[in-house]
């Protein structure tokens, strides 16, 4: 089991703590945690809103309360967004959401790769074998390089770089 599945530092989308439209919290958390959602579209008309897709195949909208660009926060990409809430908003006849607060814009981070894979590397982390299987290919013989955008992930050949099978560092 990977720490990403621990939901109590990585929750899905219904296990976030909520807020009710007014603002309240329904509870009083002291931890930290940190939603991960694969984005899937951009759908902002009047303040960046991403619809994103949690592992449990949920989608919501995650609504940017400051006017930020978006560039960077590609289709398939995803998104790690700590410590925010979920909105209820079914009273209004409108769909629970995830707002990010003003000023707390530029903790949400981009992973440039898919959810299963980051998923995937949490769990190789885990293991501690990152430097003993190209994390691409598997190839577990012969020379690996690390990659340097995390500093844990070996990979056999430069090929992997940028042939799609290595996006998600």
Excluded at 29 to 46: P, V
Excluded at 105 to 113: E, T, Y
Aim: hydrophobic share 35%.
């Amino acid at each position: 089991m990977s720490r990403f599945t621990e939901t109590s530092q990585f929750p899905t989308f219904y296990e976030l703590p909520a807020v009710s439209a007014d603002g309240q919290a329904s509870s009083s958390q002291d931890e930290s945690w940190c939603l991960l959602a694969q984005i899937k579209e951009n759908m902002t008309i009047t303040k960046p809103t991403l619809i994103v897709t949690d592992r449990t195949g949920v989608d919501f909208a995650l609504l940017f309360e400051d006017s930020i660009s978006l560039k960077g926060f590609r289709k398939g990409y995803t998104v790690a967004v700590p410590n925010v809430r979920r909105t209820d908003r079914e009273g209004e006849g409108k769909k629970a959401v995830v707002r990010v607060p003003a000023g707390r814009s530029a903790d949400v981070k981009v992973i440039p790769g898919a959810l299963e894979r980051v998923l995937e590397l949490g769990v190789v982390l885990e293991k501690g074998n990152m430097d003993r299987k190209c994390a691409a290919c598997g190839k577990t013989e012969g020379a690996f390089m690390k990659c340097t955008g995390c500093g844990f992930a070996a990979y056999c050949g430069k090929s992997h770089e940028s042939d799609g099978d290595f996006a998600f560092i």
